[in-house]
C-alpha cells in the first residue's frame, strides 16, 4: 500500500512565494494527496507526526517534488525546480557534504544560494531559489525560501539524498532483520571494519551486485567494507529506508531509481541478499531506524558506471 501519513487539524500547509509566505489550514488528507495538489512555491511541513529520528529526503525530478521523511514518516513535501536541458540534476543516492545559510555561487556569477545544503562537489545542491513550475536551474534542486529555512533546521552533514526521476512515490513494507539473510558456505573476500571512522550519524549501505560487495558509510564517512552477493538479476538501483520496528519486524519504505516501479518489499525479497555471517553482525550492530540500503548494479570501482554512487565520489570543493 501506498505510504501516507494523516494530518490532523491542527497541520497547515505554508505555501511560499517569490516575496511572501502564507499560511492555508488543512483539515485531513495524506501527505500524497496534498503533494500531488501543490502549485509551484508551495510547500507542506508537519514536523509534530514525527518528532525525533534520522531524516532522509528524496527529490523526483520528474514530478518537480521533494519529500521528507523523519523516522520514516513524511513530514513535509515541497514544490521544486531542478536542473534544465543541458544542467540536468543527476540521479542518484548522495550525502549531504556541507550545509552554509548565507552562501553564493562560485560558477554563476555569485548567485545568491540561501540555505545551501550541498550534495555533490561538482556545483549540486539544495537551496532556496526561483521556482517557475518546471525545471530551469543549473543543476541545483531549488525550493521555496521558507522550507529551505525549515529543512535546514532538521538534517545534518552525512544524511541522505535520494535523487530519482521515477513517476511512483515510496511505500511502506515489512522486512525481516537484516541479520536474517541465509548463511554462504564459506566467507568470501575480504571485511573491513572502522567504526571509529565515525563514530556516530546517519548510516547508509550500499550494496554493489556487479562488485559482489557492500560500502557502509556513518555520517557520510565510509566505515566498512564486506563481501555480499545478491542472488537473481539487479537491474537499475533501488534503495530501502528502515522506518520502524515493530511486532512484525522492521518495516522499511522501498523506492526505485528511475528503474522500474516500485513494489512492496517482502521477507523473501531479503534471502537474496548473501554475506559472510560476520560482516551481517557488524552491519546489524549500527543498523537504526532511518537507515538507507542502497543496492546497484553498477559497480562502485573507479572508472566503472556509477550514476547512483555519486555520494562516494570526492574532490575538491568547486
Known amino acids: 500500500m501506498r505510504l501516507a501519513f494523516k494530518l490532523g487539524l491542527a497541520c497547515a500547509a505554508l505555501v511560499s512565494a517569490a516575496s511572501a509566505a502564507q499560511q492555508i489550514p488543512i483539515d485531513s488528507g495524506s501527505v500524497i494527496e496534498i503533494v500531488a495538489k501543490l502549485k509551484a512555491g508551495q510547500y507542506v511541513w508537519a514536523p509534530e507526526v514525527a518528532p525525533n529520528g534520522p531524516v532522509l529526503v ?31 540534476t543527476p540521479t542518484g543516492v548522495f550525502t549531504i557534504l556541507q550545509k552554509q545559510v548565507e552562501h553564493h555561487s562560485s560558477k554563476y556569477d555569485n548567485a545568491p544560494m540561501p540555505y545551501m545544503q550541498r550534495v555533490t562537489w561538482g556545483g549540486v545542491a539544495l537551496h532556496a531559489g526561483h521556482l517557475p513550475g518546471y525545471p530551469a536551474s543549473h543543476g541545483c534542486i531549488r525550493l521555496p525560501l521558507g522550507f529551505a529555512r525549515l529543512l535546514y533546521g532538521v538534517t545534518r552533514v552525512g544524511m541522505t539524498v535520494v535523487i530519482t526521476d521515477a513517476a511512483t512515490m515510496p511505500r511502506i513494507a515489512v522486512g525481516p532483520e537484516l541479520v536474517a539473510v541465509p548463511e554462504i558456505a564459506a566467507p568470501f573476500g575480504s571485511i573491513e571494519w572502522h567504526p571509529e571512522r565515525a563514530p556516530e550519524g546517519p548510516v547508509s549501505i550500499i550494496i554493489s551486485a556487479a562488485d559482489r560487495r557492500a560500502i557502509v558509510l556513518r555520517n557520510g564517512v565510509v566505515i566498512g567494507a564486506g563481501p555480499v552477493s545478491v542472488d537473481g538479476k539487479v537491474s537499475g538501483t ?23 516501479e516500485d513494489q512492496v518489499v517482502q521477507r523473501s525479497e531479503w534471502n537474496r541478499f548473501r554475506a559472510p555471517e560476520e560482516f551481517r553482525n557488524l552491519v546489524a550492530s549500527i543498523v537504526t531506524p532511518g537507515t538507507t540500503v542502497v543496492v546497484t548494479a553498477d559497480s562502485l570501482k573507479q572508472g566503472e558506471a556509477r550514476s547512483a554512487l555519486t555520494v562516494l565520489e570526492g574532490s575538491d570543493e568547486k
Not at 530501502?240 to 528503474?259: E, H, M, V
Open 58 to 88: 528524496i527529490v523526483n525530478t520528474r514530478t518537480q517534488r521533494a519529500t521528507v521523511f523523519r523516522n520514516g514518516i513524511p513530514i513535509g513535501a515541497t514544490t521544486i525546480s531542478t536542473g534544465k536541458q543541458g544542467h540536468e
Open 238 to 260: 533501488s534503495a530501502y529506508a528502515f522506518s520502524k520496528r515493530d511486532a512484525t519486524g522492521q518495516r522499511w519504505i522501498q523506492f526505485n531509481l528511475g528503474d522500474g
